[in-house]
């Protein structure tokens, strides 16, 4: 899975001439920026067609707003759960 999101990645990010400035990159800035906005799309707002055509953070609050929170209120939680 981490080779196909690369590849889509560099196709769509780094090697797509309407993401790259004008004349390439200028630094290592400019690519780190370029990829934090990449990553933010796809996970934010990019249509995902295997999930209805809604964006994952969209498709995300549905599911956990669909599930019924009162489930877990009577859960036990182990001993030095969440302690370091």
């Not at 990010?13 to 690519?31: H, L």
């Not at 995902?48 to 669909?66: K, L, T, Y």
């Not at 209120?73 to 969440?82: F, N, S």
Request: with cysteine; charged share 25%.
């Amino acid at each position: 899975m981490a080779e196909a999101f690369n590849s889509l990645f560099k196709g769509e990010c780094i090697r797509n001439p309407a993401m790259r400035p004008k004349g390439g990159w200028a630094s290592i800035r400019d690519v780190e920026i370029a990829v934090a906005e990449y990553v933010d799309w796809f996970n934010q707002r990019r249509l995902h067609g295997e999930i209805g055509h809604v964006p994952p953070a969209e498709f995300e609050r549905s599911h956990w707003a669909s599930l019924d929170a009162t489930r877990y209120a009577h859960e036990q939680v182990p001993i030095g759960a969440g302690s370091r």
